[in-house]
């Protein structure tokens, strides 16, 4: 029995569907569908009425759905409670933070806090990389102190302004990328640059009917969305013919390095290997983008049930001084 199966059952019996409820808890539809199935497996009985509509639930599953938001209600509250005990690791500052933001962001970034935060000399920190959805859950949980995640206009997160205040740590660009249709000249040497190779694969393709492999991310993940953004505002259609997905940034670019495909990737995911000549850009900068906001999310101190650590509250008044204070958009 795992908690995220009545999490999940909670939101189906929300929102009545398989496919909006998947959407909302950042997960493929078929894996969704696979939690749900676990847990009527272990209930033993079927809880969910699939011939049917919107999708309804059975009388079983009427009952089950009142005890689930009981027990997530008292799991959390417990929680909340042995955090109260808690003496341990006061000194340590906990984020929670999507996946490609814990591998390409998170890192430079604390670099660089470490080189201008004073006091930073006994700075500790613990990273838990999790899916968008999670990240949140954790976070509004109380189970960490700090969120850092992207924000798009389109797709904002939803942390009340009341509970929660926000920083802008800086913004990122998530644009097209492909290996390079040739080998490149290093940096310096004949006047060229790496640069200076086109890409395998572009947008628009080459033959406007010509399809280009395209490597996707997950349809539940928060980048997919992104993504189906930058196609719908497109000037030209665009025909992507999908040859693998994945939840993460970081497999996207590693097949894209070997050719596969074209893939939507974060700026700072590719520096590395954009100066290396390794990948290159796929569209003409400005077309086929979108640009998302880094935020860092706490929750007010006047509405938290404990005092902030010290160090959290020193690094939030460090970047408040930098990036101004606002409230959750």
């Not at 497996?41 to 639930?57: E, K, N, Q």
């Not at 700090?146 to 509970?163: F, K, M, N, Q, V």
């Not at 040739?182 to 572009?202: C, K, Q, V, Y």
Request: net charge neutral; hydrophobic share 40%.
């Amino acid at each position: 029995m795992e908690t995220k199966w009545l999490e999940d059952f909670v939101s189906l019996a929300e929102t009545r569907s398989f496919s909006r409820s998947a959407q909302l808890r950042h997960v493929t539809q078929p894996a969704f569908s696979r939690r749900i199935q676990a847990l009527e497996a272990w209930t033993g009985i079927d809880l969910v009425d699939r011939s049917s509509y919107p999708t309804r639930l059975t009388p079983a599953g009427e009952t089950l759905h009142a005890q689930a938001l009981e027990i997530l209600e008292a799991l959390a509250a417990t929680r909340n409670m042995m955090r109260g005990f808690q003496v341990a690791g006061q000194d340590t500052i906990e984020f929670a933070v999507p996946h490609t933001l814990a591998f390409t962001f998170f890192p430079h970034w604390l670099m660089e806090l470490r080189q201008h935060f004073n006091g930073a000399g006994g700075f500790k920190t613990r990273l838990t990389a999790l899916n968008v959805h999670d990240a949140v859950l954790r976070f509004t949980e109380g189970a960490c102190d700090l969120l850092i995640a992207y924000h798009h206009d389109a797709l904002p997160l939803r942390l009340s302004g009341e509970r929660y205040e926000m920083l802008s740590l800086g913004h990122e660009t998530l644009a097209p990328y492909s290996k390079p249709a040739r080998p490149t000249t290093a940096p310096g040497r004949e006047g060229h640059s790496p640069a200076d190779a086109p890409p395998m694969f572009t947008l628009p393709a080459a033959r406007a009917a010509s399809p280009v492999p395209f490597l996707s991310y997950a349809s539940g993940a928060y980048m997919a969305r992104v993504v189906e953004v930058i196609l719908q505002r497109a000037d030209v259609p665009l025909p992507l013919d999908p040859v693998y997905e994945t939840d993460m940034a970081e497999g996207l670019k590693a097949m894209a390095l070997e050719g596969h495909g074209l893939a939507f990737l974060p700026e700072s995911s590719v520096r590395h290997e954009l100066r290396a000549g390794r990948l290159v850009r796929a569209s003409l900068p400005g077309r086929f983008e979108a640009t998302m906001e880094v935020r860092i999310y706490r929750q007010r101190p006047e509405g938290a049930r404990h005092a902030a650590k010290a160090g959290v509250q020193a690094l939030w008044e460090f970047l408040g001084r930098h990036a101004g204070r606002q409230s959750p958009a």
